[in-house]
C-alpha cells in the first residue's frame, strides 16, 4: 500500500535540508601573490594576521593555483568549474564595450611574430550555470561585494544569480582610488577618504544582518584590494614606512598597506561571522585570481621626505609574476575552512586549482551537476579532509604576451606531480612548438630549462596537452604566414617592452 505524505510534511523535509546545508562565503583577492601573505614564511614586511586566525580555522594550501595568470579568466573558472581554454574567456578584457561571447584566433600579427594569437571573448556568457544560480535556485540569499570585471549588463552579477551586487562596477578596478572621492556612477562614500576595502566590509555586513537567520547564504565577496592604481591610508603608509628594509625586493610602503587593508576587511568578516554564531555551519574560501603585480613601479616616501621609486611586490623565491606563466604569475595563497570537513590549523601540498570549487561545492551541498555542462575541475573533497590526492595535472591557458618582465610567447602549461611543461605555440624551428620544463621540488625558482635533457618527460606532458586542448575544443594560435627571420628578436622575450611602465611620470626622482 502507498503511504501518503502531506505536503506540510515535504515543505518541511525541504526546509531542514536547506537550513542544513552551510553558509559559503568566497573571498578572492586581485592579484595578491603568494608571497603577499604571512601564510607561507616568505614576507617579513606585510602583515596579515586576520588571514592566520582563518588558516587556524581549517586547510592552508601551498600549491593552489589560479586558471591564469590574469584575473576575468580565473574569476570565470571559479563560477563555472571550467578552464579558460573552454570559456573563451583568456584575458582580462571584460570591461571592454565590444561584447564578444566566443574566443577566436586574431586576424593576423607583426613580422616579428611567430605566432598569431587569440582574441578572448569579453562577458560571462549567462547561459552558463553559475554558482550564483545554482544556489539561488536551492534556497541560498545570494550577494556579491566588490570587484567583478567579467561584463557589465546584462552580464553583470545580477544576471548570474546574485540578488545583491555592490558597487555594481564592471572595470578592473576601483573607480578612480581605492580612497574616497571615488568614481562609481552610483555609489558614493560615506565620509571623507573613506577605504573602498572598508566599506566593501561594511556593506556585507549589513547584509548579513538582513538575512532571515534560517536562510543558508552564499557571499562573494571579491575584493579590490591589491590592484592597481597603488594608494591606500595614508595612517598605514606611514606605519610601513617606519618599517622598509632596502634589502627586502618587498619594500613599497603603499602595497604594505594595501595588504593590511585586506587583510582587516577579511578580520571583519570573520568577526561578523563569530557575532552572528554560524562560524560552525560557514565555509569561508580565501584565494586569489593570480599571482602579485611585480611590473609596475610606485613613487614611495621615506619618514625622512626622501623619495625612492620601487616595485609593488616580489613573488621571490617564485620566478615571475602576474601576465606570466611562471610560478609568481599563477601559485596563489589559499586557505579553506569547512566545518566537519577540513582539520583547523592544518596543511595540505596536494594541488588545486581554481576549477575545483564549483565541482567541490555542488556535491558536498548535494546540488546535481547542471546538465550538458562540462566541468573541468575535480572534487578537492579528499584534500579539504587531509588526505593525499592524485590528479592526472592541471593546465594554465593564456594564448598572449603582454609586455611584462618574464613574458613568453602565447603558450599553455601543465603541472604534473613535481614537473611543469610550458609549451610555447609555434616558438621552435619551421613552425614547430618550443619548451620549457622543470621540475619545481628541485627548482622552484624554474631557473633551469629541462626541455632537452629529458626528452620523453617533455613528450608525456605535451600529449596531455594535446589532449586537452581536443577536449576542452579551444581556440589556438596558428603560425603566422608573414612572419620574417630578420625582425624577429628572441632576446627580448622576458624584458619589458619599452621600459618602465611609469618612467614618463618619474621624472628625475631619485632611486635606491
Known amino acids: 500500500m502507498k503511504r501518503f505524505v502531506p505536503a506540510t510534511v515535504l515543505l518541511l523535509c ?8 552551510p553558509n559559503i562565503i568566497f573571498i578572492l583577492a586581485d592579484d595578491l601573490g603568494w608571497s603577499d601573505t604571512t601564510l607561507y614564511g616568505k614576507t617579513a614586511y606585510y602583515q596579515t594576521p586576520n588571514l592566520e586566525r582563518l588558516a587556524a580555522r581549517g586547510v592552508t594550501f601551498s600549491r593552489a593555483y589560479s586558471a591564469s595568470p590574469l584575473c576575468s579568466p580565473t574569476r570565470a573558472s571559479i563560477l563555472t568549474g571550467q578552464t579558460p581554454a573552454r570559456t573563451g574567456i583568456t584575458s582580462p578584457g571584460c570591461h571592454s564595450g565590444n561584447v564578444v561571447l566566443n574566443a577566436s584566433v586574431g586576424k593576423k600579427a607583426g613580422a616579428q611574430n611567430k ?3 587569440c582574441q578572448s ?91 532571515d537567520k534560517d536562510q543558508p547564504f552564499y557571499m ?77 613601479c610606485i613613487v614611495e616616501h621615506l619618514a625622512s621626505g626622501e623619495e625612492f621609486i620601487t616595485q609593488p611586490t616580489s613573488n621571490a623565491p617564485l620566478r615571475g609574476g602576474k601576465a606570466t606563466m611562471y610560478e609568481g604569475g599563477i601559485r596563489v595563497p589559499c586557505i579553506v575552512a569547512w566545518p566537519g570537513l577540513t582539520q583547523a590549523g592544518t596543511r595540505s601540498e596536494v594541488m588545486i586549482q581554481s576549477t575545483d570549487f564549483y565541482p567541490t561545492l555542488l556535491r558536498q551541498l548535494d546540488i546535481p551537476m547542471p546538465d550538458r555542462h562540462v566541468v573541468d575541475g575535480l572534487d578537492i573533497t579528499a584534500a579539504l579532509q587531509g588526505q593525499d590526492m592524485v590528479r592526472p595535472g592541471i593546465f594554465t ?27 610555447l605555440f609555434h616558438q621552435g624551428e619551421d613552425g614547430a612548438h618550443d619548451y620549457q620544463l622543470y621540475n619545481l621540488r628541485w627548482d622552484i625558482g624554474e631557473a633551469y630549462n629541462l626541455a ?16 586537452f586542448l581536443k577536449d576542452t575544443q579551444a581556440v589556438i594560435p596558428l603560425p ?30 631619485k632611486t635606491r
Not at 455 to 460: G, L, P
Open 220 to 296: 562573494n565577496y571579491w575584493q579590490f584590494s591589491v590592484h592597481a592604481p597603488f594608494d591606500a591610508k595614508e595612517t598605514l603608509k606611514k606605519y610601513y614606512r617606519s618599517k622598509v628594509d632596502f634589502t627586502d625586493p618587498q619594500r613599497s610602503p603603499t602595497y604594505a598597506a594595501m595588504v593590511h587593508s585586506l587583510d582587516d576587511a577579511v578580520g571583519t568578516l570573520l568577526d561578523e561571522i563569530d557575532r552572528m554564531g554560524v562560524a560552525d555551519k560557514t565555509v569561508i574560501v580565501f584565494y586569489s585570481d593570480n599571482g602579485g603585480n611585480m611590473y609596475d
Open 452 to 467: 632537452t635533457k629529458y626528452a620523453a618527460k617533455v613528450a608525456e606532458l605535451d600529449a596531455m596537452i594535446e589532449e
Open 115 to 117: 605566432a598569431i594569437g
Open 121 to 211: 571573448a569579453t562577458r560571462l556568457d549567462t547561459t552558463l550555470p553559475t554558482l550564483g544560480k545554482l544556489l539561488k535556485a536551492e534556497g541560498y540569499a545570494t550577494a556579491h561585494f566588490g570587484k567583478w570585471h567579467l561584463g557589465h549588463e546584462p552580464y553583470s552579477p545580477l544576471e548570474h544569480g546574485f540578488d545583491v551586487d555592490v558597487p555594481h562596477w564592471p572595470g578592473p578596478g576601483p573607480a578612480g582610488s581605492f580612497v574616497a572621492p571615488w568614481k562609481y556612477p552610483e555609489f558614493k562614500e560615506n565620509y571623507p577618504q573613506e577605504h573602498i576595502e572598508d566599506r566593501m566590509a561594511e556593506e556585507a555586513v549589513t547584509w548579513l544582518r538582513s538575512l
Open 14 to 21: 525541504f526546509g531542514a535540508l536547506v537550513q542544513a546545508r
Open 397 to 423: 591557458y593564456f594564448p598572449h604576451n603582454p609586455p611584462v618582465p618574464h613574458w613568453l610567447p602565447a603558450s599553455i602549461a601543465v603541472h604534473a606531480g613535481d614537473w611543469k611543461l610550458i609549451r
Open 480 to 509: 603566422n604566414p608573414a612572419f620574417d627571420p630578420n625582425q624577429y628578436h628572441p632576446e627580448i622575450i622576458g624584458i619589458q617592452k619599452g621600459g618602465v611602465r611609469t618612467k614618463r611620470d618619474l621624472g628625475t626622482l
